[in-house]
């Protein structure tokens, strides 16, 4: 069985992503930690601890890392994922408390123990795992693959006409890890944005009656009613996807590009640059990455539909 790690900062498609992980039965997760981003660290952390008590799986450790971008203001997304991240949904939270060491030391720990094993998948901004790889280097030699979900390369952002959330929201974490040498693969809005969740998704959950399905449900309902997915038809499943693309990665078809960010530009603040060569702005990157394009989205809709209302 694959070996994951999952970094992120849940909110309703983290929360959906870390269903969708344990009830794959691909994973063996080895734990699941927290960065600021859509919600606080302490709200991260929470959510994270109450989807693990819906699925059965408090036996999954949970760390918190840092709780706010590198020399940045946190620009958080309740406006989005509801106050309490989860769309408003109730989850009750487990009578126990993030008692692991930090994430930071957790996931160098778990990577470094079993090298060439383990996939990171991160669904919020890059915080812990720029200073995890400044920490330890080594991390790049010893991960099996970081999956990340962020960016915009062919499409507009959607927190700014230019920049994705969690790019934006710590470009600079976001810059050290896109340009370093880590065997990365990038999902990003060109292809979460055509993982769009109809009504007519929604209620072939509704028929099962299971509390996961209960929760997912609701918090899809919720995150399909905000007025920008009303918009779409419905909303996409931007973290899921890159728990899909871990789980398969026929999923997507991927281009191999360098990949830089704009940190400097308060216009252009987040905006994602690639190209073929390694010129210009890209001239300081280490390696290509592998950068998601394209994607069969009813089919990989149609396996989360299937995963998260299974018995």
Known sequence: ?????????????DALAIILAIKSGEFDLEAVTTVAGNVSLE????????????????NI???AGIPSPFGRGLE???????????GGT????????????????????????????????????????????????RIGENVRELIIMGGAV??????TPHAEFNIYTDPESAQIILRSDLPLTIVPLDVTMKTIFTVYDLEQIYEVRTPVAEFAYNAL????????HKKLGGCPLHDPLAVGVAIDESFVKTKELYVNVVTDNIITL?????????TGELEVCASKHKVCLEVDARRFIRFFIDTITAD
């Open 76 to 86: 958080r997304a309740e406006y989005v994922h509801g106050d309490n991240g989860l």
């Open 43 to 58: 709200k991260a952390t929470k959510n994270a601890l109450r989807i693990l008590r819906l699925t059965g799986r408090l």
């Open 1 to 13: 069985m694959k070996r994951m790690i999952y970094d992120g900062d849940p909110g309703i498609d």
């Open 90 to 137: 109730s989850l009750p939270l487990p009578g126990v408390e993030d008692k692991c060491i930090g994430a930071l030391d957790l996931i160098i720990a778990k990577i470094m123990k079993k090298p060439g094993e383990i996939t990171l998948v991160a669904c919020g901004p890059l915080t812990n795992l720029a200073e995890i790889y400044m920490k330890e280097p």
């Open 154 to 159: 062919q499409v507009p952002g959607n927190v």
């Open 270 to 278: 987040g905006k994602t640059l690639v190209g073929e060569k390694n």
């Open 221 to 228: 309902r919720y995150y399909q009613n905000i007025p920008k």
């Open 61 to 63: 450790p949970v760390a």
